[in-house]
């Protein structure tokens, strides 16, 4: 039997209803390990609790300490699961996938969209989906698994809010899906490679939503908060050119004092082209200027983090944000 390590960080599954009648997270490890005794019938089981947060509060400090956690832990496990809440889980389960990369045993995130203690729960499932994955020698690298799905975690993001199936894997398959809580793989690990663990994050990094009739003096803003803007554009990319091209101008200041741009796309499939349309041609060439191509946001936004804190200058950030990552880039 494969000896299996839960982190609980917190989310509604671990939800009780709070004094103002609002959800918040209250229920331990134990508690909600409790609640499914089938478990015990999959797995040696080992809880930890590393907080107990609604996921909107957890961001890059809670990321690297649980990348922490489970660094201290991986050669004590056969694989790890990480409860956790859905709205900011695919944006931890690609940092994860930056800061421990390759790594030796299965990283799985799950949680629910009701609360371990409701009659209706998608917990149970989700919760036993994620224990069988992670003590099955198809498992590898970080994933999501919910609703019966396992999804990289550099290819999830939370689709729906409310609905059971919460989570999809964007332009990419799926890895594995469960039938019936039998586990059918579809892709398999790539070759071994070592293992790689990084400590540090550069949260100086912001995301820019076009909308039509923005001006650029928002860069005005930026300028000496940020290191890096992802600039969310129309379509396939591209910068829109009114006011004689004051959003090319500020963008070519931006990168010519030092700092990244990367160029994605609002659209949530088939991902950015700059190279399509003059919009986007006109900045193919700048220097420190970079496309997400088909990269999810999540993957986008933690890359950078990850990126600007390894790199030691600029050159170094852009070749490592360009460089694959659990097929990132595709």
């Known amino acids: 039997m494969k000896k299996i390590l839960m982190i609980a960080t917190g989310g509604t599954i671990a939800c009780r209803v709070s004094e103002n009648g609002g959800l918040s997270p209250a229920l331990s490890s134990h508690e909600i390990v409790e609640y499914v005794p089938e478990l015990a019938e999959i797995c040696d089981i080992h809880l930890t609790q590393l907080f107990n947060l609604d996921s909107t509060n957890i961001g890059p400090e809670q990321w690297l300490a649980i990348a922490g956690e489970i660094a201290r832990n991986i050669d004590a496990y056969d694989g790890i699961v990480i409860t956790h ?10 940092a994860l996938s930056y800061l421990i990369q390759n790594p030796r045993i299965p990283i799985v995130l799950t949680g629910s969209q009701k609360s371990i203690s409701s009659r ?23 994933q999501i698994v919910f609703d019966g799905k396992v999804i990289l975690g550099t290819r999830a993001r939370k689709v729906r809010s409310k609905s059971l199936n919460a989570f999809a894997s964007i332009d990419f398959p799926e890895t594995a899906v469960f039938h019936d809580q039998r586990l059918i793989p579809y892709i398999p690990a790539p070759p071994a490679a070592p293992m790689k663990v990084y400590t540090q994050l550069d949260p100086r990094v912001f995301n820019l939503k076009l909308i039509p ?19 969310e554009g129309f379509g396939v990319g591209g910068l829109p050119g009114y006011n004689d091209g004051a959003l090319l101008k500020a ?50 936004s933690t890359k950078l983090m990850w990126a600007l804190a390894a790199g030691q200058n600029m050159a170094e950030v852009e070749a490592l944000f360009r460089t694959p990552v659990q097929f990132d880039i595709i």
């Open 85 to 94: 809440g859905t709205d900011t889980m695919a944006y931890t389960a690609a």
């Open 120 to 142: 209706d729960t998608d917990a149970r499932y989700n919760l036993i989906c994620a224990f069988r994955y992670a003590s099955s020698d198809a498992a590898w690298g970080v």
């Open 213 to 231: 009739g923005i001006t650029a003096d928002v860069f005005s803003f930026l300028t000496g908060r940020y290191r890096a803007v992802i600039i």
């Open 251 to 300: 963008v070519t200041e931006w990168v010519g004092t030092g700092h990244l741009a990367v160029l994605s796309t609002q659209v949530q499939h088939e991902g950015s082209d700059i190279a399509v349309y003059d919009v986007g041609r006109s900045a193919v060439q700048l220097s420190g200027l970079l496309e997400a191509g088909v990269m999810t946001p999540e993957a986008v």
